[in-house]
C-alpha cells in the first residue's frame, strides 16, 4: 500500500521558519522524483520545489527561491522542505508528490498558516 505521509506544518509568524517532512512506504522511493506543491484557498495548486530521485538535482518556483531548500534521505525514505523568511502569501495547504514515468502519488497535505 503505497503511502505519502506529511508531517511539520501549523502556524508560524512572519519571518519564521517551519521544515516539513514526508515519509513514503509501499514504493521504491529512491526511483522516484519528490515534488513539494501547495495550495491556498480558492488557488490552483502549485509546483514549489522539486528534487530528483538522486537528490543531486532541484528547482524551486520563483517565489520561494533562496528561502525554500528541498532535500531528500533515501535511507529513510523521507523527503523535506526547509522554510525560511517565511511570508503570510505562503500560506497554504501543503502537498507531498512522487512521479516516476507518469506514475504518481500524493501526500493528504499539511495545513501551514503565516501570520501575526
Known amino acids: 500500500q503505497v503511502q505519502l505521509v506529511e508531517s511539520g506544518g501549523g502556524w508560524v509568524q512572519p519571518g519564521g521558519s517551519l521544515r516539513l517532512s514526508c515519509s513514503a512506504s509501499g514504493f521504491h522511493f529512491g526511483s522516484y522524483a519528490m515534488r513539494w506543491y501547495r495550495q491556498a484557498p480558492g488557488q490552483a495548486r502549485e509546483l514549489v520545489a522539486a528534487?530528483?530521485?538522486?537528490?543531486?538535482?532541484?528547482r524551486y518556483a520563483d517565489s520561494v527561491k533562496g528561502r525554500f531548500t528541498i532535500s531528500r534521505d533515501n535511507g529513510k525514505n523521507t523527503v523535506f522542505l526547509q522554510m525560511n523568511s517565511l511570508k503570510p502569501e505562503d500560506t497554504a495547504v501543503y502537498f507531498c508528490?512522487?512521479?516516476?514515468?507518469?506514475?504518481?502519488?500524493w501526500g493528504q497535505g499539511t495545513q501551514v498558516t503565516v501570520s501575526s
Open positions: 508528490n512522487a512521479i516516476r514515468n507518469g506514475t504518481e502519488f
Open positions: 528534487i530528483s530521485s538522486s537528490g543531486f538535482n532541484s
